[in-house]
């Protein structure tokens, strides 16, 4: 009999010993493979992670492995070091980490059969890369010329400067050398075009995609192609940074500023982060690509004070020869009267794209009908009463939605208080809008694209094929229209209600609008036919939009990274939340006062910061209250020793039964 040590996926800090009996001929080269193990009452899949000597507990009360699952190779060693770094920087349970990066179906206790599937392949039409621009033949020079083994590059490109075919010549480059690429994408479904790019330049290489709209049977598929070499090239959404991949040789993190790599439940990763770790780790290059990086990012690139933990690679120009940057103006609209939300001046230029048969995009990126319902008379609004949010009125489907926890209601005929007829829609979003410009241009066909409109992967698709179609002249679209996308009939973007995000409460808010609007603006003028952007605001004169105008992203994030050494955020310190959820606002900020005067958190006073405990700006989410505590250094190594401690400290404050805590390093919603 054999002691085998297994990690489950359980939010537990250890792992669980189990004997092995000599019929399942279990040894070190096992060591990375999934078991069977009675868990409680029931069965659960494990990995095992060591063959000890010794147990600390006494040999009789260790249970028996059920069963040992021979179907795939031993996880790698490369890939238990991933895993370690990633639950020892985010402060997460290890095994449940181990665990949680495996596909659905090799984390179950009866995983699938593996068995060919026989279908039918889309026809590939090979082609034939476009030649390069002088920008782009410096810019892979300057990647190819630094030499072997790990550098983590920041390709600075503006929008329509050709970044995917850098990448292109990359994933070449690297299937030429024998090795796999991992290709990171923020969102599967707003980068169809990539998916469909890389398989047409590299039919032969066995491409596979990982991300959430696959089934179960197909992620697994997909993931044991990557794992055993057969698929060449991996192109998916954050948790593809996890697959293990045994002939790795490159990582590309396209639109690596996106806050979608960040992981908000479970252990709260960046896999942007962990993807310039794994490469490092790995000893291979790293391409971070992006029309407007992260402030982070870009300080690792930039930041003279300190030795630059990136290379800096610039594409300043559009790739197709007389294509430029579309012209941007500023509408000030405290001196115009609007007509439903739009300026004359963004009416008259959306007449000229109907009279010269080309498409106009109207940014909102507010979806529905209107924000809120309100009555005037008593002052009700539609409130959700599981969130401390407003409901969003959909009038398509009659239907009040609350976007934060999904709880929905039907639109009432009069005021739930006052028993008023009269209550009225109150702001605007992307159904009104929609509504508006269809009763203005009553002749135009209005394609409206949010994610009402494209729930599925398929429908999104559908949309953006009527967009190349020609079949839209005036687009309605939220965020999802602001990458990715090259439409070239598209010369007009119109951009209204932005405002809101200049003064917001979270000081990340101008870096994300300033990304928003340099992406929504660079869908326009991307072929031959001139560009033109036109912002409404009230604020004509604010720094942002004077940097949006001249398209200098550099001046902008300079000017930003200033104001946050003055005030001491990010990247210039060091962060982490502790957040608490209750049915009471009382006994969640009772937990994290409780946290916060522990004697790990007294002892580790120099050089650590904990803040006052406040409720979350969206206090109240589904059902619960919400509050947190902010902790923070100007060392991240000081940081991480503190955290280590603490968190065992916090795990063992009694806290009432309902309320639920979890630790996030490296935070971005506040």
């Known amino acids: ?93 290890l095994g449940e980490v181990m665990l949680s990066t495996l596909p659905a179906g090799l984390r179950r206790v009866d995983p699938p059969k593996a068995r060919t599937i026989r279908r039918r392949e889309p026809e590939i039409v090979a082609q034939v890369p476009p030649e390069l621009t002088v920008e782009q033949e410096n810019a892979l020079g300057a990647i190819g010329n630094a030499g072997g083994g790990f550098c983590a590059y920041l390709l600075h490109g503006v929008t329509g400067s050709g970044k995917t075919e850098i990448y292109l010549r990359l994933v070449d480059r690297a299937l030429n050398a024998g090795k796999q690429a991992l290709l990171l994408v923020p969102e599967i479904n707003l980068t169809p075009q990539l998916e469909s790019r890389v398989a047409a330049r590299f039919p032969a290489a066995g491409l596979v995609s990982l991300h959430s709209e696959l089934s179960e049977a197909a992620r697994t598929r997909n993931w044991r192609a990557a794992f055993e070499g057969r698929a060449r090239v991996v192109l998916g959404t954050r948790l593809a940074v996890f697959t293990p991949l045994p002939d790795l040789g490159l990582i590309v993190v396209d639109e690596e500023h996106d806050s979608s790599f960040k992981q908000q439940d479970g252990m709260r990763y960046s896999a942007r982060d962990v993807a310039v770790f794994r490469a490092h780790e790995r000893g291979v290059p790293i391409i971070l690509g992006s029309a407007t990086p992260s402030l982070e990012s870009w300080a690792n690139a930039t930041d003279h004070g300190t030795p630059n933990r990136y290379t800096l690679v610039s594409l300043r120009r559009r790739a197709v020869e007389n294509a430029r940057l579309p012209a941007v103006q500023r509408i000030d609209t405290r001196s115009e009267k609007l007509q439903d939300g739009l300026s004359g001046a963004l009416l008259m230029a959306i007449e000229k794209r109907l009279a010269r048969g080309e498409q106009s995009l109207v940014f909102l990126n507010r979806r529905g009908y209107a924000p809120v319902l309100a009555c005037a008379a008593c002052g009700w609004i539609s409130r959700c009463q599981r969130c401390a949010a407003n409901l969003v009125l959909h009038l398509a489907d009659r239907r009040l939605r609350c976007h934060h926890c999904g709880f929905e209601s039907g639109v009432p005929t009069l005021c739930p208080t006052c028993g008023n007829q009269d209550i009225h829609p109150f702001g605007r979003g992307t159904q009104r809008l929609e509504a508006n410009l269809a009763e203005r241009f009553p002749e135009a066909r209005i394609l409206r694209v949010d994610r009402d409109s494209a729930k599925s992967r398929k429908q999104w698709e559908a949309l953006v094929e009527k967009i190349y179609a020609g079949e839209a002249d005036i687009l309605v679209g939220t965020q999802m229209l602001a990458k990715g996308h090259d439409f070239p009939r598209l010369t007009l973007v119109g951009v209204i209600g932005a405002d809101a995000a200049l003064f917001a409460a979270d000081w990340r808010a101008p870096e994300r609008l300033f990304a928003q609007l340099m992406q929504v603006a660079g869908r326009s003028g991307r072929a031959e036919l001139a560009g033109e952007v036109l912002v409404q605001t009230q604020f004509p004169d604010h720094p942002l939009y004077a940097a949006l105008v001249k398209h200098d992203y550099p001046a902008y994030a300079a000017e930003l990274l200033r104001e946050r050494q003055l005030a001491g955020f990010p990247p210039y310190a060091y962060q982490a939340m502790l957040r608490a959820e209750a049915p009471e606002m009382a006994q969640a900020l009772g937990f994290l006062s409780a946290a916060r005067a522990c004697k790990q958190a007294d002892d580790a006073r120099i050089g650590v910061t904990l803040y006052d405990p406040v409720p979350m700006r969206l206090a109240r989410k589904a059902g619960f209250e919400r509050g947190q505590l902010l902790v923070e250094s100007p060392s991240r190594r000081v940081l991480q020793a503190f955290l280590g401690e603490w968190r065992a400290a916090v795990a063992g404050i009694k806290a009432p039964s309902r309320l639920r805590w979890h630790l996030e390093v490296d935070p971005l919603e506040f």
């Open 1 to 93: 009999m054999h002691i085998v040590r297994v990690a489950l996926n359980l939010p537990l800090d250890r792992f669980f010993d189990y004997l092995a009996s000599e019929h399942l001929k279990i040894s070190a080269a096992d060591i990375g493979r999934r078991v069977v193990v009675s868990f409680g009452k029931g069965v659960k899949s494990g990995i095992i992670v060591a063959l000890p000597e010794a147990s600390d507990l006494p040999v009789g009360q260790l249970k028996a492995v059920d069963s040992i699952l021979r179907d795939l190779p031993a996880l790698p060693a490369d890939w238990f070091r991933l895993t370690e770094f990633c639950a020892s920087y985010y402060h997460a349970p």
